[in-house]
């Protein structure tokens, strides 16, 4: 008796944990670490290299939460693609792991207890700013674009780079020139990171109507698109250095060094098109890229690494840094 009554207490936690496990996934959660990534880059930019860590702490979740709506009712609004595509099929709503209904009521949660969090301890314009990030993502890219319109990632990639903003907003509570920036290498970057994924998997896309631009124009176009898009990121990630005197040496040095590998990257692509392994490759790197670029002006802002800096140019006879 003892044994049984065990054995459906375990079944019962094995199923609490299965449907948490569900409503995680519905979320997204490593694109969302990437976002945080890039908020967290803005919040220390903005406060110079000393963030407040409770400030940190609640924006973190607060953009955590937004984002995690905005996957939630992508998954629900695209249920039907999704069960199509190969990749996609196992998604907790295709699935069939996660009622409809539910996914928007948890969505809905999600973003309402952003909104508070965020207006409550950071401010009104941080709220406001991931409040927009859902909104433009859901209705502008989801609904409008996603389905219509082969420049769909490239407008709608706009929403992918509001998390900057919301990190450097929850800090100084406006948004700077360099806000700006930090939104617009994202911006940037979304296309050939997005791209050379669509051109490993055209074939998916073209299976369900999407129209992606490798599906519309084919994969040379894609190519030469995803070059000159990477061609204008990678100098404009240094104009956080000059003119706009936010980041110095250690990050220019690293941003150089990643940019070139993006540029080598995008090149071989323009080379070879067709070659699925060359856009893999671009894909995953443009992944690593961001995460690292972000990492480079969060230690280039730390009090510690400007002393060394300093401390460095002075033993150099000619002060060159
Ligand atoms: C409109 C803009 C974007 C589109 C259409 C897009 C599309 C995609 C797609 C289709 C995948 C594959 C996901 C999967 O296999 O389930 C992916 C992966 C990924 N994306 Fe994006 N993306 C966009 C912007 C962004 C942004 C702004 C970030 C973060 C800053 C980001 C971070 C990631 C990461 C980290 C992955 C890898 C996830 C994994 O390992 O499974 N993406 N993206
Ligand atoms: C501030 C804030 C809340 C911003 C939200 C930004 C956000 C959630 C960006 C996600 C970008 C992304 C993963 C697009 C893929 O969509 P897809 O539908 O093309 O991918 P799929 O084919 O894998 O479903």
Same mark, same amino acid.
């Given at each position: !008796?003892?044994?049984v009554i065990q054995t459906q207490v375990s079944?019962?936690?094995e199923n609490i944990l299965q449907v948490l496990q569900s409503y995680y996934q519905l979320t997204k959660p490593r694109i969302i670490l990437l976002l945080l990534i890039t908020t967290s880059a803005g919040m220390w930019l903005a406060s110079?290299?000393? $963030?407040?860590? *409770? @400030? @940190? @702490? $609640?924006t973190l979740t607060g953009g955590a939460l937004a984002s995690g709506s905005a996957n939630t009712i992508n998954c629900l609004y695209d249920r039907d693609i999704d069960y199509i595509m190969e990749r996609t099929r196992w998604r907790p709503i295709p699935s069939g792991r996660v009622k409809p209904m539910d996914a928007l009521i948890f969505a809905i949660a999600l973003a309402i207890t952003s909104f508070t969090l965020l207006t409550v301890f950071a401010n009104l314009l941080t709220a406001c700013l991931a409040l927009s990030g859902i909104v433009? +993502?859901? *209705? &502008? +890219?989801t609904h409008w674009l996603k389905r219509h319109s082969v420049?769909? &990632?490239? &407008?709608?990639g706009a929403a992918g780079a509001i998390p900057p903003l919301v990190g450097w907003a929850a800090v100084t509570g406006d948004l700077s020139w360099s806000a700006w920036l930090l939104f617009t290498i994202i911006f940037l970057w979304t296309p050939p990171h997005f791209w %050379? =994924? %669509?051109m490993m998997i055209r074939d998916e896309y073209q299976e369900v109507g999407v129209p992606m631009l490798p599906v519309i124009e084919g994969d040379e176009v894609t190519a030469k698109q995803i070059w000159i898009y990477s061609l204008i990121m990678v100098p404009s990630t240094l104009l956080l250095v000059y003119p706009l005197h936010t980041s110095g040496f250690v990050y220019a040095a690293i941003a150089l060094i990643l940019g070139g590998i993006f540029l080598q990257k995008a090149w071989e692509l323009l080379q070879s098109p067709s070659e699925r392994d060359v856009a893999r490759s671009l894909f995953k790197y443009? &992944?690593? +890229? *961001? !995460? =690292?670029?972000? =990492? %480079? !002006? $969060?230690?280039d802002s730390l009090p510690v690494t400007n002393d060394m800096v300093m401390a460095l140019s002075q033993s150099l006879p000619l002060g060159l840094l």
């Open positions: !008796m003892q044994e079944r019962h936690h110079k290299g000393e $963030v407040d860590p *409770l @400030l @940190l @702490l $609640v433009f +993502y859901v *209705l &502008i +890219y420049q769909n &990632i490239v &407008i709608g %050379a =994924l %669509a443009s &992944i690593f +890229y *961001l !995460m =690292l670029l972000c =990492l %480079a !002006m $969060v230690v």
